[in-house]
C-alpha cells in the first residue's frame, strides 16, 4: 500500500511539473477535451430530457450500435488498445465516419454505458431503444459492429449478450 501511495504521488508531481512548466499545452489540451464532450452530443442526434433516463435521448440508430459494441467490448474485462481501435475502425468504415466524428461518438457511446451501469444493463436497454428507434433494419450493422468487437472469439458473457438482443430484437 505505501508502494501505491508513492507511486500515485509521483504520477501526480510529475503532472503537476507538466502543467506548470506547459501551463499553455496543459490549458489547451484541457479545453480540447472539454470541447469534443461539449459538442458530441449535439453533433450526433442526441436530446437528453428532464426526467428521463439518457439512453431515451438516443434518436440516432448509429449511435445506439456504437453504444451497443462499446458495451459488449467491456462485458469480460477492459478492452485492450487493439480491441478499441478495430471497434474504432469498424464504426468508422460502416457509417462512413469522419476521424473526428467518430471520436464523438465513442466518446458518448461510453458515457452512455456508463450511465447505465453495467455493460449487460447497457446492451439490454440500448437494445430495446435500437429496436424502437428503426425497427430491424439496423440488425445487419449492429453483427458487423458486434464481429467487429468481438474479434475471433466470444467468450460466454458476449454470446449472451447476442441472445438478449436476439430476443430483443424479435429473432430466433
Not at 74 to 88: C, N, Q, V, W, Y
Amino acid at each position: 500500500m505505501p508502494f501505491l501511495i508513492a507511486l500515485l504521488a509521483a504520477a501526480g508531481g510529475i503532472i503537476w511539473w507538466w502543467i506548470r512548466s506547459n501551463p499553455r499545452d496543459a490549458l489547451s489540451l484541457a479545453d480540447d477535451a472539454i470541447t469534443v464532450v461539449r459538442n458530441a452530443p449535439r453533433k450526433i442526434a442526441f436530446r437528453r430530457q428532464a426526467q428521463e433516463h439518457a439512453v431515451e435521448g438516443i434518436d440516432d440508430a448509429r449511435l445506439a450500435v456504437a453504444t451497443i459494441a462499446e458495451a459488449f467490448l467491456h462485458l469480460d474485462d477492459l478492452p485492450t488498445k487493439e480491441a478499441r481501435h478495430r471497434l474504432h475502425e469498424a464504426l468508422r468504415r460502416l457509417y462512413s465516419l469522419s476521424p473526428e466524428q467518430a471520436e464523438e461518438m465513442d466518446v458518448l457511446a461510453r458515457w452512455l454505458q456508463d450511465q447505465c451501469g453495467s455493460p449487460s444493463a447497457a446492451i439490454s436497454r440500448v437494445g430495446r431503444r435500437l429496436f424502437k428507434i428503426d425497427a430491424d433494419k439496423s440488425w445487419g450493422e449492429l453483427t458487423e459492429a458486434l464481429g467487429a468487437a468481438s474479434g475471433d472469439t466470444m467468450s460466454a458473457r458476449q454470446e449472451e449478450a447476442i441472445a438478449d438482443l436476439r430476443i430483443a430484437f424479435r429473432r430466433r
